[in-house]
C-alpha cells in the first residue's frame, strides 16, 4: 500500500489533482461558517458584479454566487460519490456473478447489462428522474443505474481471467463455497481496477448531476452546479460571472477527479508499475 | 422581394431629390406613408400543434389563423366593440336578443360566399360544441336566427354583457359552413389548412419551418392588405430568436418570444423598436393557489400571512425583469378602463407586513418551534419554463421570513397538472392565467364553486366556496347596467382578497419587438391577435 502511495505521489498531475479535490472538500466542511445563511438567502441587489462585497457576485435574484459554488460543491461531491459507491458495489456484485459461475447465469446477466448499455445514459437518467420526480435520492439512483454496467463488465472480465489459475482451483479442490472464493479470493484481485475506473464513474457522476440540474430536472430545494449555470444562462451577455464560476467549479472538479483515476490506475496496476 | 415595381424617376427628379436630401432630412412623413409590397418575417414561438383555431385555444395559433380567419368584431383600444364581419349591431332592451346586420361582397377564400348561415354554423355547430371556451361564453346563447342571407339574430336564455366582448376573430373565427358541414371539426381538411375571410390566406406550412401566409387579392376591404406575404417562423431556440431579430431577418416577434432577460439590450439595438400596446385583453396574471382542503391552508389567517409575506414588487424587478407590475386582486388593472377594478381591497403591501404576518400565524396556533419553523409546506413548481422555478426559489426565501418551511417540488408538465387538477395532491400552486377581454372568460372559473371540477385543468382547484363570491359573479354575468357591474365586480374582489383562496402576485406586461422598418402593426388591443391588414414595409 505504501509502496502503491509513493508511485501515486510521483504522479505530479495525480497530486495536483488531489490537492483541488482537497481544497472542494475543505469548502464543503467549511460551508456553514463560511456562509451560514444558506446558498438561497437573497444576500443582497441582484446582477451585481464581482467584487470585495461579493466575491464571486450575485445572481438575477441576488443570491451570492461564491455562496451557491460552495453549496453545490457539496451537492455534487455527495451526490457524486454515493452514486458512484452505488454503481460500484451494484456493478461488481453482477460482474462478480457472471464472471465465477458463467453459463446460463452469465448469459442473462450479461444480455441484461448490455441492455442498459444500449440505451443512451443520459436520456435513461432524465427518464428515471422524472418517474421518480426529481429529489437527491433519485438523482442519485437515477445515475447509478445508468452507471453500473461499466463496472459489470470489467469484473467479470477480471474474474474470467482469474478463473482459470492455480490458486482458484485449489481453493475449489479445498472444498470453498462460492461466495467465499468471490469475496475473499477473487475480489481482493480486482480491488485496484476497480478503483481505478470507479473514481472515474464519480466525476461522470458530477457530470450527469449537473447535466441534469441544468436540465431543471435535479431537486429543486438543493443548490447545485448545474442549477446555477441554467439560472445564469439567461443573463449571460448581462452577468458572465453567474454561470462562469459554476462551470469553473465543474471543469476543475471532473479534472481533478479523472487527474486521480489516472495516478490510481497507474499506482494499483501492475502492468503499469514499471513507467 | 419587392413585388411592386420602383416607379421610374427622371434624371432630373433624381438630381432634385439628392440635392434636397443634402440639404434637410428626409421629412418623417413621407417615410410614414403606408407603401404597398414586402414580405413580413414575425416570429410564433413555440410552433403550433395545429392551425384548428375554432377548437384549440392555445395562445401561440391566433397570431397565424387571425390572418385568415375574422370574427364578427374587432375593438378599438377603449375595449368597444367595432365592426369586422358584422357591419353594425343592436341589442334588445331586455338584453336577450343581438341583431347583426353582416357585411355584404365578402367572400371566403375558397370563393364561397359570405352568408348568415355561416355565422349560425360557426356559433351553433363549431364555436358551441368544440370551442374549449364555447361552454363559458355562448352558456346563454340558444338559437342564431337567420332571417335573410345578410342578418343574424342571436337569442340568448339570460343577458350576456360579455358575450360581445367575445366576438374576436380570435374568440369566434367564422369558418365556412360549405367546407365543415357533414364532417368531424377536428379532422376537417381546413383544420390545418385554415379557408377564412381574412387579409391573407394560407399558403404552405413547412413544419418546423414557417407557415407562408399570401396576400387575398379579393380581400373586402378596398385597398387592403398592404402586404403581400407574411411569414410565420419558428425558432426554438430562444437566443437564436433574438439574433434573427437583431440582424433585420425577422420583423416582429409578440407575446415575450424574446427572453425578458435580452429586451433591454434589444430596445438599444437602433434597428429595434418595442411597444407594451396590443395586450389590452390578455390581462395576463401570475398567482398562487392555496389547496384549502389542507389543515394549515384552511385558515383564513394562515393564507393572508402567506400573501402578506410575498414581496410582489420583487417579483416584478427580478423575476420578470421589471416587465409587469404588482397585482393587487383576482381582477388585472387593466379592467381599470372599464371600471371593474378597484384597488379598496385589503392590501398585501404595507410597510409592516411581515409584523402582520407572523402575528396572523401566532395568533392562528401556529408558533415557531426551536428551530423558527411553524410548519412546512409543498410549492409545486409550475413547468412551462424556468421563471416559475426562480419564483419558487423566492417564495421559498419569502416565506421562511414568517416561519414557513416552503419545499419545492418540480415535476413534468402531465404530472404537475394531475397533481394539482386531478389528485388535489398539492398544498400550494403557482400557476399564470389571462383574464380575456371580460372577467367572466376567465376569471369566474378559479373562484366560483361551480367551477370546482375534478379533473379539469386551469379551473377552481383550491376548494374554494364563497356563496357570497358565487352570488355576486352570476349577478355580474348577467347585469347589464356597468356601473351595477362594477360594483358587483368591486364587491367580489374584496371578499376574495379577504378569504385570498390565492395569492395574486404580478401583472405581466408583455413586449413586442419589432423592426423600425415595419409600421402599423399594433392596431388595437388585440395586437398580434388581430390581422396585419394595415401593416406595411419600408424599403
New interface residues.
Given amino acids: 500500500m505504501r509502496a502503491a502511495l509513493k508511485r501515486f505521489a510521483r504522479n505530479r498531475m495525480a497530486v495536483l489533482g488531489a490537492c483541488v479535490i482537497g481544497v472542494v472538500a475543505l469548502l464543503t466542511a467549511l460551508s456553514p461558517l463560511l456562509y451560514p445563511a444558506g446558498a438561497?438567502?437573497?444576500a443582497g441587489p441582484?446582477l451585481q458584479p464581482p467584487g470585495m462585497r461579493y466575491l464571486l457576485g450575485t445572481d438575477?435574484?441576488?443570491r451570492d454566487v461564491a455562496a451557491g459554488v460552495v453549496a453545490g460543491a457539496r451537492t455534487s461531491l455527495l451526490i457524486g460519490l454515493s452514486a458512484a459507491l452505488s454503481a460500484v458495489l451494484f456493478g461488481s456484485l453482477i460482474g462478480a456473478l457472471a464472471g465465477y459461475y458463467r453459463g446460463a447465469t452469465d448469459i442473462v446477466l450479461m444480455r441484461l447489462t448490455e441492455f442498459f448499455q444500449t440505451i443512451p445514459a443520459f436520456l435513461l437518467a432524465m427518464l428515471l428522474v422524472?418517474i421518480l420526480?426529481?429529489s437527491v435520492l433519485s438523482v442519485i439512483i437515477a445515475i447509478s443505474a445508468v452507471s453500473w454496467p461499466g463496472i459489470a463488465r470489467l469484473v467479470r472480465g477480471e474474474f474470467v481471467a482469474l478463473g482459470g489459475r492455480e490458486f482458484v482451483l485449489a481453493s475449489i479442490g479445498l472444498g470453498a463455497s462460492g461466495p467465499r472464493i468471490i469475496f475473499r479470493h477473487l475480489l481482493p484481485n480486482c480491488v485496484s481496477a476497480i478503483i481505478a475506473v470507479g473514481s472515474l464513474l464519480v466525476a461522470s457522476a458530477i457530470l450527469l448531476e449537473s447535466g441534469l440540474a441544468f436540465l431543471?430536472?435535479g431537486d429543486?430545494?438543493v443548490m447545485s452546479w448545474g442549477l446555477l449555470i441554467?439560472?445564469g444562462r439567461?443573463?449571460l451577455?448581462?452577468a458572465w460571472w453567474v454561470c462562469t464560476f459554476p462551470g469553473i467549479a465543474i471543469l476543475l472538479t471532473v479534472l481533478s477527479i479523472n487527474l486521480i483515476g489516472d495516478g490510481l490506475n497507474e499506482a494499483l496496476n501492475p502492468r503499469l508499475r514499471e513507467r | 422581394m419587392s413585388g411592386i415595381p420602383t416607379p421610374h424617376l427622371s434624371r432630373r427628379a433624381l438630381l432634385l431629390a439628392s440635392a434636397a436630401t443634402a440639404i434637410a432630412a428626409p421629412p418623417a412623413a413621407e417615410a410614414q406613408t403606408p407603401r404597398p409590397g414586402g414580405t413580413m418575417v414575425m416570429i410564433v414561438n413555440p410552433e403550433p400543434a395545429t392551425l384548428a383555431t375554432y377548437a384549440v385555444s392555445a395562445g401561440n395559433i391566433p397570431p397565424i389563423t387571425t390572418q385568415i380567419y375574422e370574427g364578427l368584431l374587432t375593438y378599438d383600444w377603449d375595449l368597444k366593440p367595432q365592426p369586422l364581419l358584422a357591419k353594425s349591431w343592436t341589442v334588445s332592451a331586455d338584453g336577450k336578443t343581438i341583431t347583426f346586420k353582416l357585411q355584404e361582397g365578402v367572400t371566403f377564400h375558397n370563393g364561397a360566399a359570405f352568408t348568415s348561415a355561416d355565422v349560425a354554423y360557426s356559433f351553433m355547430e363549431i364555436a358551441k360544441k368544440v370551442n374549449p371556451n364555447g361552454p363559458v361564453i355562448l352558456r346563454e346563447l340558444e338559437a342564431v336566427e337567420t332571417p335573410d342571407a345578410m342578418t343574424a339574430v342571436f337569442k340568448l336564455a339570460n343577458p350576456a354583457p360579455y358575450l360581445m366582448m367575445s366576438l374576436s376573430s380570435n374568440n369566434i373565427p367564422i369558418i365556412c359552413k360549405s367546407v365543415f358541414e357533414g364532417t368531424v371539426p377536428m379532422q376537417n381538411p381546413s383544420a390545418n389548412r385554415p379557408i377564412g375571410t381574412g387579409p391573407f390566406k394560407f399558403a404552405a406550412w413547412e413544419r418546423g419551418q414557417f407557415v407562408r401566409l399570401d396576400k387575398n387579392d379579393k380581400y373586402w376591404k378596398p385597398g387592403l392588405p398592404l402586404l403581400n406575404r407574411i411569414i410565420a417562423r419558428f425558432i426554438p431556440d430562444a437566443a437564436t430568436r433574438s439574433a434573427a431579430l437583431e440582424t433585420g431577418e425577422a420583423h416582429y416577434a409578440a407575446y415575450s418570444a424574446v427572453?425578458?432577460?435580452?429586451i433591454?439590450?434589444m430596445q438599444a439595438n437602433p434597428i429595434l423598436d418595442s411597444t407594451t400596446r396590443g395586450y389590452g385583453t390578455t390581462a395576463a396574471t401570475s398567482v398562487l393557489e392555496f389547496n384549502m382542503r389542507r389543515p394549515h391552508l384552511a385558515k383564513k389567517e394562515v393564507r393572508q400571512a402567506i400573501c402578506y409575506a410575498i414581496d410582489r414588487q420583487f417579483i416584478v424587478?427580478?423575476?420578470l425583469y421589471g416587465f409587469g407590475k404588482p397585482a393587487v386582486g383576482p381582477l388585472s388593472s387593466v379592467f381599470s378602463t372599464s371600471g371593474w377594478f378597484t384597488a379598496d381591497v385589503r392590501r398585501f403591501d404595507v410597510a409592516n407586513r411581515l409584523e402582520i404576518a407572523n402575528k396572523l400565524l401566532d395568533d392562528a396556533g401556529y408558533p415557531r418551534g426551536a428551530n423558527g419553523v411553524r410548519f412546512g409546506l409543498h410549492l409545486e413548481?409550475n413547468s412551462f419554463g424556468?421563471q416559475w422555478?426562480?419564483q419558487?426559489?423566492?417564495l421559498?426565501?419569502a416565506l421562511a421570513q414568517i416561519g414557513i418551511n416552503l419545499?419545492?417540488?418540480?415535476?413534468?408538465t402531465a404530472?404537475w397538472l394531475r397533481r394539482c387538477y386531478t389528485d388535489y395532491d398539492f398544498d400550494i400552486n403557482e400557476p399564470f392565467y389571462s383574464a380575456g377581454a371580460d372577467p367572466v372568460i376567465g376569471v369566474h372559473r378559479h373562484y366560483v364553486s361551480s367551477a370546482i371540477r375534478q379533473g379539469t385543468t386551469f379551473v377552481n382547484n383550491k376548494d374554494y366556496r364563497s356563496p357570497v363570491v358565487d352570488k355576486l359573479m352570476d349577478d355580474a354575468t348577467r347585469e347589464l347596467d356597468p356601473k351595477k357591474r362594477a360594483d358587483l365586480y368591486h364587491a367580489a374582489q374584496k371578499q376574495m382578497v379577504e378569504d385570498s383562496p390565492g395569492a395574486w402576485l404580478a401583472e405581466v406586461q408583455y413586449v413586442t419587438i419589432f423592426n423600425k422598418k415595419l409600421h402599423d402593426h399594433t392596431m388595437g388591443p388585440l395586437g398580434t391577435y388581430e390581422a396585419f391588414s394595415r401593416a406595411w414595409l419600408e424599403r
Wanted: hydrophobic residues 30%.
Fill in positions: 438561497f438567502t437573497l441582484p438575477a435574484l441576488g422524472v420526480s426529481p431543471g430536472l429543486p430545494n441554467s439560472a439567461v443573463t451577455r448581462s | 427572453n425578458a432577460a435580452d433591454k439590450r424587478d427580478n423575476i413548481i424556468e422555478l426562480r419558487g426559489e423566492y421559498k426565501q419545499t419545492l417540488r418540480s415535476e413534468d404530472t
